[in-house]
């Protein structure tokens, strides 16, 4: 039987970090605090990491000062390409850094046990042992935001492939507009929830805050709005089969701003993945259930992994 452990989790974010202290064991986390805090920003990529590495050593200290029992490991998880066997963060576009040493710096700061990981692929471990993918031991786990990334879950354990497996948003669907990756037609250049907000005002000049907008317009019955998000919709169907024929998925789990939607995505989702699967397994379709908690969880289940050895 796995004893209750006491960890420190961190998921961090390109505006803040999110913090948690959390205490059980893999199968029963329970958040004890919680904070969030501003991502902190230094003018080169390494200031940034050594900002963040000492404002993620004041926290484990504070909380350290004053939780019942001794915090014993810190997980930490973060955007971009990250080397998890190294600890290491090879690239983060938005923050800035490249192969800085993140776990051996943690380390020597708190002498504490230190996992860090992937935040998509944390939070596709806390949504397959504790969410909506439990149960199933193959699936993709695919938060939509600013880009779309995805938690591979194949054979009942996370695919890394080194750091690099899960770039879903970069999959390209043939001819399209130029992504910043250098391919043309990328998913997230229709799919991901910045990309339907900026469709939606190309196509007709009015700004909106974000893809909860587009939906709200698409139910008011805006042609415009309606028409991006079928774009959109298609998108993801077509990746959606081609990862289901690729992997044979049992399920996928969607995430993120353009899953707040909730059935105005996945019915017609739904629908159109009917229509296009042939030989495929159909994979079920769930909204993610653990929200913005699903890294900071995974985060915590990475560390008490590593206590239980």
Same mark, same amino acid.
């Given at each position: 039987?796995?004893?209750?452990?006491?960890?420190?989790? +961190?998921? +961090?974010?390109?505006?803040?970090?999110?913090?948690?202290?959390?205490?059980?064991?893999?199968?029963?986390?329970?958040?004890?605090?919680?904070?969030?805090?501003? %991502?902190?920003?230094?003018? %080169?990529? %390494?200031?940034?990491?050594?900002?963040?590495?000492?404002?993620?050593?004041?926290?484990?200290?504070?909380?350290?000062?004053?939780?019942?029992?001794?915090?014993?490991?810190?997980?930490?998880?973060?955007?971009?390409?990250?080397?998890?066997?190294?600890?290491?963060?090879?690239?983060?576009?938005?923050?800035?850094?490249?192969?800085?040493?993140?776990?051996?710096?943690?380390?020597? =700061?708190?002498?504490?046990? !230190?996992?860090?990981?992937?935040?998509?692929?944390?939070?596709?471990?806390?949504?397959?042992?504790? &969410?909506?993918?439990?149960?199933?031991?193959?699936?993709?786990?695919?938060?939509?935001? %600013?880009?779309?990334?995805?938690?591979?879950?194949?054979? &009942?354990?996370?695919?890394?492939?080194?750091?690099?497996?899960?770039? !879903?948003?970069?999959?390209?669907?043939?001819?399209?507009?130029?992504?910043?990756?250098? /391919?043309?037609?990328?998913?997230?250049?229709?799919?991901?929830?910045?990309?339907?907000?900026?469709?939606?005002?190309? =196509?007709?000049?009015?700004?909106?805050?974000?893809?909860?907008? !587009?939906?709200?317009?698409?139910?008011?019955?805006?042609?415009?709005?309606?028409?991006?998000?079928?774009?959109? !919709?298609?998108?993801?169907?077509?990746?959606?089969?081609?990862?289901?024929?690729?992997? &044979?998925?049992?399920?996928?789990?969607?995430?993120?701003?353009?899953?707040?939607?909730?059935?105005?995505?996945?019915?017609?989702?739904?629908?159109?993945?009917?229509?296009?699967?042939?030989? /495929?397994?159909?994979?079920?379709?769930?909204?993610?259930?653990?929200?913005?908690?699903?890294?900071?969880?995974?985060?915590?289940?990475?560390?008490?992994?590593?206590?239980?050895?």
């Amino acid at each position: 039987m796995p004893s209750s452990r006491t960890v420190v989790a +961190v998921d +961090v974010g390109g505006t803040d970090i999110k913090a948690a202290l959390v205490e059980g064991d893999p199968a029963a986390p329970a958040v004890v605090d919680r904070l969030r805090r501003a %991502t902190p920003r230094g003018s %080169t990529g %390494t200031e940034t990491a050594d900002a963040l590495v000492s404002l993620i050593a004041e926290l484990v200290k504070s909380w350290s000062a004053t939780a019942a029992n001794p915090v014993e490991a810190v997980g930490v998880v973060v955007p971009g390409i990250v080397d998890a066997d190294a600890g290491v963060g090879v690239f983060s576009a938005n923050l800035g850094w490249r192969d800085y040493p993140f776990r051996a710096a943690l380390s020597d =700061r708190l002498g504490l046990p !230190v996992v860090f990981d992937h935040d998509v692929r944390a939070g596709g471990l806390a949504e397959s042992r504790l &969410g909506a993918a439990r149960g199933f031991t193959d699936a993709v786990v695919m938060p939509i935001g %600013t880009g779309i990334a995805a938690a591979l879950v194949l054979g &009942g354990r996370l695919h890394s492939g080194g750091g690099y497996a899960g770039e !879903v948003g970069h999959l390209s669907l043939g001819a399209g507009e130029l992504c910043g990756c250098g /391919q043309h037609g990328c998913l997230e250049l229709r799919a991901s929830s910045a990309a339907v907000a900026r469709r939606y005002t190309e =196509r007709t000049g009015r700004p909106v805050h974000g893809a909860v907008d !587009v939906a709200n317009a698409v139910r008011a019955g805006d042609p415009a709005a309606a028409a991006v998000w079928a774009e959109a !919709v298609e998108a993801l169907a077509q990746a959606v089969i081609l990862l289901t024929t690729l992997l &044979g998925l049992q399920a996928v789990v969607l995430g993120g701003g353009l899953a707040m939607a909730g059935e105005l995505l996945l019915a017609p989702l739904g629908d159109r993945l009917d229509e296009l699967i042939s030989f /495929q397994r159909r994979p079920e379709l769930r909204l993610a259930a653990l929200g913005d908690e699903a890294g900071c969880l995974g985060a915590a289940l990475l560390a008490m992994d590593l206590l239980e050895g």
